[in-house]
DNA sequence: ATGAAAGCGCTAACAC
DNA sequence: GTGTTAGCGCTTTCAT
């Protein structure tokens, strides 16, 4: 990092003049009252046209917006929903994984077409009921959680005490809070009833299952073995978290496992594409001798190479969801749960009607 | 979208209790007055150890939190930066592109490490003097704004009124903003350079010279041509914005103009990635026939096969640089422009001392 | 060491 | 239609 001398001269100490323009102001310099101001800039019916616009105008000229955090103390409100992304130092779950930044950027979009302010806040996972915080101080109307949690009771606690709060994840029993989510079930069944169309019989499972989201998604999987009179391995069914070493060091330990595998269903796509490049990095082909299925359809997935079958949640649905939820319990109702169909976009990685699995071609090593 | 039944019952209207503990609250249910909970909750020295400990105590346990709006409003200050990402309808610029993604993450580190808030807005390009009501009606203090803009002349515009905001972008001449950017022309440069190195003298640059951060990096571009004594082939030069569409038509067209090319810098790893996939599926061989080096290192290259040679931009930095710089400027000083160094990522599209560009390979079509 | 009172910039009765 | 007045919840003189 360096500084360079184009551009502005040093440091003169020249406090910036925050002393803005004022309702007051406007009101001494069109000659009526602050409240004929306000009500004129507010659009009250009780203005005469001509005051209106007078004040309109010299407010346009002067380049004056009503204080907002006056008016919103004034008002009791405050059209601000914060995001909250939860900092899970053990996981290292970052906000840079791409799925969450995707869904922050849906969430933008939605808060802000209904006119409300975006807070985004970081809060480590283990000072949760720190959040509460943000509400109470008037920070925000409500929350919208996002992120892998392990904190359904925490989250339950607070809705318990009509805390404003909407949460994205799986839906549980015994849930207090409105969540949104999609229906992990139903991908998991869906990504693995692929791996199995496929012709893939000996089918590996990566996720977390102490994660709701995750562990629904391996009943998914569960299901679908059923479905089809197949059993699932336990020994091919492999705790991994949601980062990009703990897949890879799965993959690594599975291969020197020595047991036999040719589909691999993974709880995220950077889990699957770690597991698709370490697999390849030992000489195995995907899909000719494992296919894989992801989830979640990031960015990555659609310019990976081989293309990356996975499982997509819709996003976009999930930020208008999460935002009309909130706004409908910041309006004292108590909106249902949101279940969002995954959908199964089918790339390279897992065909259906290709050429069934080989054990070892083109000479590749082990396996 | 499907609505469950699980979960709590319908919509009963009950509104949200809003009215939440006040000071007064505090104050009577310790039996002191409300100066005395305000002093003794801001930690003043005049209180008594007593008073202060039962104060602090009370508030704990019915879990109060001072109205921020309240206090701001009385202090004349609010802790937060507005964040915006200009919103480019024609371009359909978008805040779910990887790379402002990661750039958010690192300035909402930034921004709560120094205890303030972070704001995310999102404003119509073409309507980018609204930020400047962010600041005029007390939402946020200052703006960092991101973004591929063009928009000097606003921004100088804003400048020239004290108008306290730090842009990301390139440092251009007769500016009277600060900005934080990576040194384009160097990374430009530095791209070019190493696929000169590694052999190739046909190059093609990708990009959008209408935007200062690409024009610097096709400065840097033709500056590597002119070191090596090469010339740049116009006819290679190919104006591309940041969409994966408009990297997949320009290539298209490139290999259909029947121009021979060799090497391939684009301005965007997203370009970078779509322009290999386009040759690969043309019968190209990335790196053999082509070698290619792109722009951000966004997560997408460490994992896209082959790896992608790629200039790091230092987002960590750039993300402390930005709100640093905006403190200042609110202290009223004039902080100087960031220049932050650009870094070269070699992975295997673009390798010095590897093999040299072969024109035709493995009986690859074209070319 | 504590309290009374004024006021941050705005809105909304309530007068006229 | 417009002005007067009383706060929204807090901090901070200025008294005591």
Chains 1, 2 share one sequence.
Request: aromatic letters at 6%.
């Amino acid at each position: 990092m360096k500084k360079t001398t184009t551009g502005k001269a040093g440091s003169r100490a020249k406090p910036v003049d925050t002393r803005s323009l004022q309702m007051a102001d406007i009101a001494r310099m069109a000659g009526v009252s602050v409240s004929t101001v306000s009500r004129a800039l507010s659009g009250s019916a009780l203005i005469s046209e001509k005051t209106r616009t007078r004040v309109e105008d010299l407010a346009r000229t002067l380049n004056y917006a009503v204080n907002i955090g006056a008016q919103n103390l004034r008002l009791k409100q405050n059209r601000t929903i914060a995001v909250v992304v939860p900092y899970d130092r053990s996981t290292r779950q970052h906000v840079s994984e791409p799925f969450f930044l995707s869904m922050l950027g849906s969430l933008a979009d939605a808060i802000t077409d209904r006119g409300y302010d975006m807070l985004l806040s970081r809060v480590d996972a283990d000072e949760l009921h720190a959040v509460s915080k943000l509400v109470r101080s008037g920070r925000a109307n409500g929350i919208i959680m996002i992120g892998q949690w392990r904190h359904h009771d925490q989250l339950n606690e607070l809705a318990a005490n009509d805390f404003p709060i909407v949460v994205w994840g799986a839906q549980l029993p015994r849930q207090l809070y409105c969540s949104v989510g999609s229906d992990n079930l139903e991908g998991g069944r869906l990504a693995t009833r692929h791996l199995i169309a496929s012709g893939r019989k000996r089918l590996v499972f990566f996720g977390d299952v102490d994660f709701p989201e995750a562990a629904m998604r391996f009943e998914g999987f569960k299901r679908a073995h059923a479905d089809a009179g197949l059993r699932v391995r336990s020994e091919l069914c492999i705790k991994v978290d949601f980062t990009a070493e703990s897949a890879r060091e799965a993959t690594q330990r599975l291969l020197l496992s020595g047991h036999s595998f040719d589909g691999l269903f993974a709880c995220s796509d950077l889990m699957a594409v770690t597991a698709i490049n370490t697999l390849a990095e030992n000489g195995h082909v995907v899909p000719d001798e494992v296919a894989v299925v992801g989830y979640d359809d990031i960015e990555l997935s659609r310019h990976f190479r081989p293309g990356l079958t996975t499982i997509r949640q819709p996003l976009e649905q999930a930020g208008i969801a999460l935002v009309d939820s909130l706004l409908a319990v910041l309006d004292g109702r108590q909106p249902l749960p949101t279940v969002l169909e995954p959908v199964l976009v089918e790339r390279a990685t897992c065909v259906v009607g290709a050429k069934p699995p080989t054990v070892a071609q083109r000479g590749a090593p082990g396996a």
